[in-house]
């Protein structure tokens, strides 16, 4: 087996908070242990056009506090041909690359295991806000994108309360509703609609709203995950049905930005540095994971047959807080 010497790292599908923190990881734990580090932009588009720059320490001061990714990232149908992981595999043999790190989602993970097919050692981390890893219970990012909306919904409570409206609100997520449930919890929603549990309007939505108002109360919060849609028609539906005036809000991409809590930068800094530690021991087709609070890894193809579905515990915990 080849000794691993130089490795890369990339960042691949949506930007998330601590990227950066984790790339800073990946650069000085493999300094640390004598390798070179090479980093790779534009994620695996800049692996297979040969867009990639050796990185040293100084590369990666003054960036623990930057949301994104100074790598930049990229989705490449190119590579999921047969031509273009082969022009990978060729360019990582131009630039001497022994194992590569990749940080993203579920369809960078496809690509590091393919990678590692092809015969480059490869170490997945984690890293979408969407807490939508089948084999973490933490994707770095998720924390603070957490945080961004508590935030948000707060102020749009506001001019909720003031205006006696009712606010629904469309937070990220694809086809998972983890950050819905969670600030749902935290900024006491009536109501929260996510992909993963089928919702009746009148059960609801609409009887927490009115049992509400019998009650005196000013304003309303539904939060909905983006992977049920439909923002606009649900308030204009709401106020239809019950006379209260409704906003509809969509977040959008503001959740993706912003500086990285500390809970972030903390993990993303652990799992950065475990996947330096398993390439330097010749230890490829790996995904890093969170599991019981404490920094794991799995086989690849094993970590990429997982399922994960949200807590049944936590949805009746947000159901009875509704009351």
Do not use: W
Request: proline content about 2%; overall charge neutral.
């Amino acid at each position: 087996m080849q000794e691993i010497k130089t490795i890369g790292v990339l960042t691949s599908g949506g930007d998330a908070p601590g990227m950066n923190a984790a790339i800073r990881a990946v650069v000085r734990t493999g300094i640390y242990y004598g390798l070179k580090v090479m980093g790779i932009r534009k994620g695996y588009n800049g692996l297979i056009s040969g867009d990639i720059v050796e990185m040293n320490l100084r590369s990666v001061s003054d960036m623990l506090h930057r949301g994104g990714t100074i790598l930049h990232t990229a989705r490449s149908a190119e590579f999921k041909t047969e031509a273009g992981m082969k022009k990978a595999v060729t360019m990582s043999k131009v630039f001497g690359i022994d194992g590569i790190v990749v940080i993203g989602g579920d369809g960078s993970f496809r690509g590091a295991r393919d990678l590692s097919e092809l015969g480059i050692p490869t170490v997945a981390l984690p890293g979408t806000i969407d807490n939508d890893i089948a084999c973490s219970e933490y994707t770095i990012g998720f924390d603070t994108a957490l945080n961004t909306v508590k935030d948000a919904i707060d102020k749009i409570r506001d001019t909720a309360t003031s205006h006696q409206r009712c606010s629904v609100i469309e937070v990220m997520g694809k086809n998972a509703g983890y950050i819905a449930v969670n600030v749902g919890i935290a900024n006491g929603a009536e109501a929260i609609i996510i992909p993963e549990k089928e919702f009746n309007f009148n059960n609801d939505v609409l009887k927490p709203i009115i049992e509400g108002k019998h009650r005196g109360k000013k304003h309303d919060i539904v939060i909905l995950a983006e992977g049920v849609g439909g923002a606009v028609e649900l308030a204009q539906r709401i106020q239809d049905e019950t006379g209260i005036e409704s906003r509809a809000t969509i977040l959008g991409h503001i959740q993706r930005g912003g500086s990285p809590t500390v809970m972030d930068r903390v993990i993303a800094s652990q799992m950065g540095a475990k996947a330096v530690q398993l390439l330097k021991d010749n230890i490829g087709n790996r995904v890093i994971a969170m599991k019981d609070n404490k920094i794991v890894n799995y086989d690849i193809v094993e970590a990429l047959e997982m399922t994960k579905t949200v807590d049944e515990e936590i949805l009746e915990l947000a159901k009875i807080l509704s009351l």
